[in-house]
């Protein structure tokens, strides 16, 4: 079936310790996403590829960082995790068609990130 | 202002029967989309139905309906014949526009709890 990845599903990293977490997709979409989920709230977009077009949201902090080096796969990178970026980080895909209005987006599992 | 608005932080039903979770919205766009999706304590998003602003029918996925009333700006999520699984969160979300990688704007989410 064709679906979106998250690994791992469960990060714990340590304060200031650089980690990286992976999606990646089999649907064939042109746009990758990454969005950060605090407990109890709305996800936040933190950034999305439009092909090989990274496109930052304005309040995304520097230390969050993404690649995406072919079309299925999406990397987050976060150069040096505070306790204030312990999260749920969901990665969406989805696929824009000129002309059409649709662009739903399709979440992976997501990766609990823990910070001690 | 909130641009979605979930007012129910939670909602209780028993099996077998209706539901309906409440949305409203505000944008000044003529061309957007509205979306529903339900987050289980897995904490996967799970994409459930779409309705676009020129859409002149209420969209409908199996027992999930949305009543899309234009003019109030409210997209209610209807799920019929509730099931145990039903149980979870459930977000409200919309997109403004047409162009790639434009970020869903969530409400903060209504908890659906089903008991038998």
């Known amino acids: 079936d064709a679906m979106v990845i998250q690994n791992p599903r469960y990060q714990v990293t340590q304060f200031g310790k650089p980690v990286t977490l992976s999606c990646s997709q089999t649907?064939?979409?042109?746009?990758m996403y990454w969005y950060q989920q605090k407990s109890s709230q709305a996800p936040k977009l933190l950034f999305h590829?439009?092909?090989?077009?990274?496109?930052n949201e304005a309040d995304t902090p520097d230390n969050f960082q993404s690649r995406r080096p072919n079309t299925s796969f999406c990397f987050l990178d976060i150069r040096s995790p505070g306790l204030g970026d312990a999260a749920m980080y969901l990665c969406?895909?989805?696929?824009?068609?000129?002309?059409?209005?649709?662009?739903?987006?399709?979440f992976g599992p997501g990766t609990r990130l823990t910070v001690l | 202002a909130q641009k979605i608005t979930q007012t129910q932080p939670g909602m209780f039903v028993q099996e077998k029967e209706a539901v309906t979770l409440d949305c409203t919205y505000d944008?000044?766009?003529?061309?957007?989309?509205l979306f529903w999706y339900k987050q289980p304590s897995s904490g996967e998003m799970i994409f459930l139905i779409y309705?676009?602003?020129?859409?002149?029918q209420n969209a409908t996925e199996g027992r999930y309906s949305l009543n899309f009333q234009k003019a109030r700006k409210s997209a209610n999520l209807v799920i019929s014949a509730s099931q145990l699984g039903d149980s979870a969160m459930y977000f409200c979300?919309?997109?403004?526009?047409?162009?790639?990688?434009?970020?869903?704007?969530f409400g903060k989410g209504t908890t659906l709890s089903v008991s038998s």
């Open positions: 969406a895909t989805s696929r824009l068609w000129v002309g059409r209005s649709t662009d739903t987006q399709y």
């Open positions: 649907l064939n979409h042109n746009v």
């Open positions: 590829y439009y092909d090989k077009d990274f496109n």
């Open positions: 944008t000044s766009d003529q061309s957007y989309g």
């Open positions: 309705q676009g602003s020129y859409d002149e």
């Open positions: 979300a919309m997109r403004e526009g047409n162009q790639a990688g434009t970020a869903l704007i």
